[in-house]
């Protein structure tokens, strides 16, 4: 299982100490399947192991196993795509010193299984979850078996023609079939927690894991692409003693203080939320976990046992402050008044936000993103993040824009899958109807440094956690991302500079 080295393209230099290194929580949980069949299993972790895509398919090689499974999946549910160029270089390298079968799986080739096939240096393609494809492709590998039958495959047959398979059933016995992480086979001492997630003390930021509690999620937002892996609109859970019985693990025999639930929607089902928080509140382990939730899940009845189970941080997606914007990429009928409700409430039970918001989305204006980006200098929430509207693979908006003819990173001309990064030097979003991609780009770069430099916000953020929090802060604001987009100069700074110029030569 092999989680390719993609931080420091996509995160520049924030990659170094600001970002977090996340356990690779679907790696893990197909290593454990494969353990219950019986299967060896390795784990190269290349991000936590600080390792080029060279040395990483040294690793590989030097490991020799019947395949090797590369997992293409990013911080949060949508960053997959630009993990893809990652993935691909150490495919080459592996290729180029060794005959190692290669299979990958993750969002990004359940999405484009046909076009991964076509493009990239892996043998095998994953269409689908991936435990059962894996399994059966091994077994079919060590036996000779019939390719045709692996639920999920993607390949080339003996003509060199690319045959899909049927994708595998979704594994409806989470507690049995994919039980736990395999943790065994990582040194959990080298993963990081984001660094808001530690702000009331960053030195702790290495007791850290993630733990998955449902799979899919029920809504349908058109920027989302997490359904692309799982299928359809349904929510799957781990039973309350599984998710117990993981955590205990991870507290007793792994020490971890800090843990991320990355489910797509944590905060749904009230009565898996609060018995999870009434077993946790019996153990009493002072743990700092953090989830996602949106506007119109959340229930008032919920906030005292999250705090008290230590959800200290809740990641809210409020997208845009406006309503058509937000309704027309299906995010919700909850308005600005809900907003500040909900924020309100989860703060006043003393439980953190990190709030999101996407600027660029297809019915943007400057007007509207400017009044996005006021919502959140009023909110004032402990952290914000701000992202780029991006057509992800697998999300029916980049269906969407391919029909409209809209640039996108993967055109000809444009510079690949690693333009979907967020903060990647190559990070080309999407355009609107009224802004380029240029504009929106630049608005982003210029709502992050002005709302974490507001005197406000660090105010806020003394009171709550302390100068180290506030200095902190001050080194991230310090590093000016790089973007491609933005090096050469806008038509209407070319436009004023030629008026200057000709006002000049006038003048002489």
Same mark, same amino acid.
């Not at 590989?60 to 590369?70: C, D, G, Y």
């Not at 609060?274 to 008032?300: K, Q, V």
């Not at 409430?345 to 953190?352: L, Q, S």
């Given at each position: 299982?092999?989680?390719?080295p993609?931080?420091?393209?996509?995160?520049?230099?924030?990659?170094?100490?600001?970002?977090?290194?996340?356990?690779?929580?679907?790696?893990?949980?197909?290593?454990?399947?494969?353990?219950?069949?019986?299967?060896?299993?390795?784990?190269?972790?290349?991000?936590?192991?600080?390792?080029?895509?060279?040395?990483?398919?040294?690793?590989i090689?030097?490991?020799?196993?019947?395949?090797?499974?590369?997992?293409?999946?990013?911080?949060?549910?949508?960053?997959?795509?630009?993990?893809?160029?990652?993935?691909?270089?150490?495919?080459?390298?592996?290729?180029?010193?060794?005959?190692?079968?290669?299979?990958?799986?993750?969002?990004?080739p359940?999405?484009l299984?046909?076009?991964?096939? !076509?493009?990239?240096?892996?043998?095998?393609?994953?269409? *689908? =979850?991936? /435990? $059962?494809?894996?399994?059966? +492709? #091994?077994n079919?590998?060590?036996?000779?078996?019939?390719?045709?039958?692996?639920?999920?495959?993607w390949?080339?047959?003996?003509?060199?023609?690319?045959?899909?398979? !049927?994708?595998?059933?979704k594994i409806?016995?989470?507690? *049995? =079939?994919? /039980? $736990?992480?395999?943790w065994? +086979? #990582?040194?959990?001492?080298?993963?990081r927690?984001?660094?808001?997630h530690?702000?009331?003390?960053?030195?702790s930021?290495g007791?850290?894991?993630?733990?998955?509690?449902?799979?899919?999620?029920?809504?349908?937002?058109?920027?989302?692409?997490?359904?692309?892996?799982?299928?359809?609109?349904?929510?799957?859970?781990?039973?309350?003693?599984?998710?117990?019985?993981?955590?205990?693990?991870?507290?007793?025999?792994?020490?971890?203080?800090?843990?991320?639930?990355?489910?797509?929607?944590?905060?749904l089902?009230?009565?898996?939320?609060?018995?999870?928080?009434?077993?946790?509140?019996?153990?009493?382990?002072?743990?700092?976990?953090?989830?996602?939730?949106?506007?119109?899940?959340?229930?008032?009845?919920?906030?005292?046992?999250?705090?008290?189970?230590?959800?200290?941080?809740?990641?809210?997606?409020?997208?845009?402050?406006?309503?058509?914007?937000?309704?027309?990429?299906a995010?919700g009928?909850?308005?600005?008044?809900?907003?500040?409700?909900?924020?309100?409430?989860?703060?006043?039970?003393?439980?953190?936000?990190?709030?999101?918001?996407?600027?660029?989305?297809?019915?943007?204006?400057?007007?509207?993103?400017n009044?996005?980006?006021?919502?959140?200098?009023?909110?004032?929430?402990?952290?914000?993040?701000?992202?780029?509207?991006?057509?992800?693979?697998?999300?029916?908006?980049?269906?969407?824009?391919?029909?409209?003819?809209?640039?996108?990173?993967?055109?000809?001309?444009?510079?690949?899958?690693?333009?979907?990064?967020?903060?990647?030097?190559?990070?080309?979003?999407?355009?609107?109807?009224?802004?380029?991609?240029?504009?929106?780009?630049e608005?982003?770069?210029?709502?992050?440094?002005?709302?974490?430099?507001?005197?406000?916000y660090?105010?806020?953020?003394?009171?709550?956690?302390?100068?180290?929090?506030?200095?902190h802060?001050?080194?991230?604001?310090?590093?000016?991302?790089?973007?491609?987009?933005?090096?050469?100069?806008?038509?209407?700074?070319?436009?004023?500079?030629?008026?200057?110029?000709?006002?000049?030569r006038?003048?002489?």
């Amino acid at each position: 299982m092999v989680t390719p080295p993609s931080r420091l393209a996509a995160y520049q230099g924030l990659s170094n100490n600001l970002a977090a290194i996340e356990p690779p929580v679907w790696s893990g949980l197909i290593a454990a399947y494969l353990q219950g069949k019986n299967f060896n299993v390795a784990m190269i972790d290349a991000e936590a192991d600080g390792l080029n895509h060279a040395d990483t398919a040294k690793a590989i090689a030097k490991i020799n196993p019947r395949l090797a499974v590369f997992c293409i999946y990013g911080q949060q549910p949508s960053a997959s795509t630009q993990c893809m160029p990652g993935g691909s270089q150490t495919c080459h390298h592996l290729n180029e010193i060794s005959d190692i079968p290669s299979l990958v799986l993750g969002t990004h080739p359940s999405a484009l299984p046909q076009r991964t096939m !076509e493009e990239e240096p892996f043998k095998f393609v994953c269409q *689908g =979850e991936g /435990p $059962r494809t894996v399994e059966s +492709l #091994l077994n079919a590998l060590q036996d000779g078996g019939d390719l045709a039958t692996v639920p999920g495959l993607w390949f080339r047959d003996e003509n060199g023609v690319i045959v899909g398979n !049927e994708p595998a059933a979704k594994i409806a016995d989470l507690d *049995g =079939e994919l /039980p $736990r992480q395999a943790w065994d +086979l #990582l040194d959990l001492t080298k993963y990081r927690a984001h660094n808001w997630h530690c702000f009331h003390d960053l030195d702790s930021r290495g007791s850290y894991a993630s733990i998955q509690t449902s799979l899919g999620c029920p809504y349908r937002c058109e920027f989302c692409c997490i359904n692309a892996p799982f299928g359809g609109r349904g929510v799957r859970n781990w039973s309350l003693d599984n998710v117990i019985a993981q955590i205990d693990e991870l507290v007793t025999r792994y020490g971890i203080k800090n843990i991320k639930i990355p489910d797509e929607m944590f905060i749904l089902n009230e009565r898996h939320v609060l018995g999870i928080c009434d077993r946790l509140i019996e153990r009493d382990y002072g743990l700092n976990i953090w989830a996602y939730a949106r506007i119109d899940t959340m229930r008032e009845s919920m906030f005292e046992k999250l705090k008290a189970a230590g959800f200290n941080w809740l990641g809210l997606g409020i997208e845009s402050a406006s309503s058509s914007v937000r309704d027309g990429m299906a995010k919700g009928s909850f308005n600005d008044d809900m907003i500040s409700d909900v924020v309100r409430t989860v703060r006043d039970h003393g439980i953190a936000v990190g709030a999101n918001y996407i600027f660029g989305l297809p019915d943007d204006t400057m007007e509207s993103m400017n009044d996005t980006l006021d919502l959140a200098m009023e909110l004032n929430t402990e952290w914000a993040n701000f992202y780029c509207a991006m057509a992800y693979p697998g999300s029916p908006l980049y269906q969407h824009a391919k029909a409209q003819n809209w640039r996108l990173p993967d055109d000809d001309d444009g510079p690949g899958w690693i333009g979907y990064s967020q903060l990647g030097y190559e990070a080309l979003p999407l355009p609107t109807m009224a802004l380029s991609a240029r504009q929106v780009l630049e608005f982003r770069d210029h709502a992050f440094n002005r709302y974490f430099t507001n005197p406000s916000y660090l105010t806020m953020l003394e009171a709550k956690f302390g100068p180290e929090a506030v200095t902190h802060v001050k080194q991230m604001t310090s590093h000016q991302l790089k973007r491609r987009q933005l090096e050469t100069p806008s038509r209407q700074a070319q436009e004023q500079a030629q008026h200057a110029e000709s006002e000049n030569r006038a003048k002489v």
